[in-house]
């Protein structure tokens, strides 16, 4: 059993900068492929971005390319998402989630998530 518990949103102005944090229960954190997704209201929820047990790989959604950063720290069992350049359409409440096995962006295949963040950026 993991749990996960996100921190860091809040309201921004846009081309300002965020850093979500997603602290996780358990001893067997590094067993754990991460992802970071995001829902807006009305819309699909949508994998932002995701970093492999290792902390090795690293995997971004199209529209966050460039201004966002997954990162990870199994001693302390810590994913981050720094997000930069922040627009209007990056809105949205913004949830980690863990799966024990290989790195997927399908949010289905993952085991267990946070109650999520909410990411607010004002134009």
Known sequence: QVQLVESGGGLVQAGG???????????????????WFRQAPGK????????????IGTYYGD?????FTISRDNTKNMVYLQMNSLKP???????????????TTTPAEYDYWGQGTQVTISS
């Open 17 to 35: 900068s965020l850093r979500l944090s997603c602290a996780a229960s358990g001893r067997t954190f590094s067993s754990y492929a991460m992802g």
């Open 44 to 55: 699909e929820r949508e994998f932002v971005a995701g970093v492999t047990r290792s902390g």
């Open 89 to 103: 359409e990056d809105t949205a409440v913004y949830s980690c989630a863990a799966r024990r096995a290989v790195f």
């Open 63 to 67: 529209s966050v390319k460039g201004r």
